[in-house]
């Protein structure tokens, strides 16, 4: 069965420091992952994502994602955190169900990003 | 302004009182899904939609109904609500429902039942 982790409830960072929040996932066959952010009393957005071609995805506000596939793995990076950037993250992973549709999609549990002035 | 639009925003209910979550997209998108989140279990798929007339179950159908009569709308239904669906709702919309697209979100629902 496909899925996706994310690891860590909270990540605290310092602003100014880089931060990474991990997720893994498991999927037959070639996956498509995705990063969305979720602000306070807002609905989810869009970040970045990964279909094919380089292993480092660039996305919104500074954002980036590294995919291994050797690791499952789909860390969502940024070199220098903002206090801004405090929110919920949510990794996902698209994919096949049964027949020829990728209408399913599968989140993480969400990581919550907390950056300190 | 292209938007996923969600009504109401906020609903308090009694158990076994119909009601019904409007969803509606002006992208001219085929693809629509609804979403519950709930602490610590991420978002999880209720229903999707790949076009009008076309609808699948996600991860946790039980207890919803959806319709899709028209593109631009995509309703989800509680026939008979329970404390359990409790939660916050998303609806999301994409273009085609390929596996490279970006989902749109509304802003959520937030629905108690008591």
């Known amino acids: 069965a496909q899925s996706v982790a994310q690891p860590e409830d909270q990540v605290n960072v310092a602003e100014g420091n880089p931060l990474t929040v991990k997720c893994t996932y498991s999927v037959s066959g070639n996956p498509y992952l995705f990063w969305y952010v979720q602000y306070p009393n807002r609905g989810l957005q869009f970040l970045l994502k990964?279909?094919?071609?380089?292993?480092l995805v660039k996305g919104s506000y500074g954002f980036e994602a590294e995919f291994n596939k050797s690791q499952t793995s789909f860390h969502l990076k940024k070199p220098s955190a903002l206090v801004s950037d405090s929110a919920l993250y949510f990794c996902a992973v698209r994919f096949r169900a049964g027949g020829t549709s990728y209408g399913k999609l599968t989140f993480g549990q969400g990581t919550i990003l907390t950056v300190h002035p | 302004e292209a938007q996923v639009t969600q009504n109401p925003r906020y609903l308090i209910t009694v158990t076994g009182k119909k009601l019904t979550v409007t969803c509606s997209q002006n992208?001219?998108?085929?693809?629509m899904s609804w979403y519950r989140q709930d602490p610590g279990l991420g978002l999880r798929q209720i229903y999707y939609s790949m076009n009008v007339e076309v609808t699948d179950k996600g991860d946790v159908p039980e207890g919803y109904k959806v319709s899709r009569k028209e593109k631009r709308n995509f309703p989800l239904i509680l026939e008979s609500p329970s404390p359990n669906q409790t939660s916050l709702y998303f609806c999301?919309?994409?273009?085609?429902?390929?596996?490279?697209?970006?989902?749109?979100f509304g802003s959520g629902t937030q629905l108690s039942v008591l």
């Open positions: 999301a919309s994409s273009l085609q429902g390929r596996a490279n697209e970006k989902l749109f």
């Open positions: 990964y279909i094919t071609g380089d292993n």
């Open positions: 992208m001219n998108h085929e693809y």
